[in-house]
Nanobody, 128 residues
Framework: VQLQASGGGLVQAGDSLRLSCAAS????????MGWFRQAPGKEREFVAA???????????NYAYFMEGRLTISRDNAKNSLILQMNTLKPDDTAVYYC???????????????????WGQGTQVTVSS
């Protein structure tokens, strides 16, 4: 499985961004995908995740510090997981990574160790 993250960029505080993670290779019908981020000098942290069944989003899980500003969805035509981020803040500046867990939990995991495949990351920079 290969993952390709895209959609990052430089935006101003209050703006929105739409990140996309395209998956290729052999995936099962049911699995989960997540987004994580890592800012300079900080540890990687969970952002959002979704459990997917036949391309339909089932359970979702959002980091408490971004809840209300995120929506995770699926673009089946592009076999991609979409993360819509609104009202961005300078503290949201980080490299954002997508990851895939071959398991299908009812509530997708926040633990990065549960995810087997990782994309290369896309830089998000929010200026004040």
């Amino acid at each position: 499985v290969q993952l390709q993250a895209s959609g990052g960029g430089l935006v101003q505080a209050g703006d929105s961004l739409r990140l996309s993670c395209a998956a290729s290779g052999r995936t099962s019908r049911n699995y989960s995908m997540g987004w994580f981020r890592q800012a300079p000098g900080k540890e990687r942290e969970f952002v959002a995740a979704a459990s997917l069944s036949d391309g339909t989003v089932g359970g979702t899980n959002y980091a408490y510090f971004m809840e209300g500003r995120l929506t995770i969805s699926r673009d089946n035509a592009k076999n991609s997981l979409i993360l819509q981020m609104n009202t961005l803040k300078p503290d949201d500046t980080a490299v954002y990574y997508c990851a895939l867990n071959p398991a299908y939990p009812r509530v997708p995991y926040q633990d990065a160790a549960r995810y087997r495949y990782w994309g290369q990351g896309t830089q998000v920079t929010v200026s004040s």
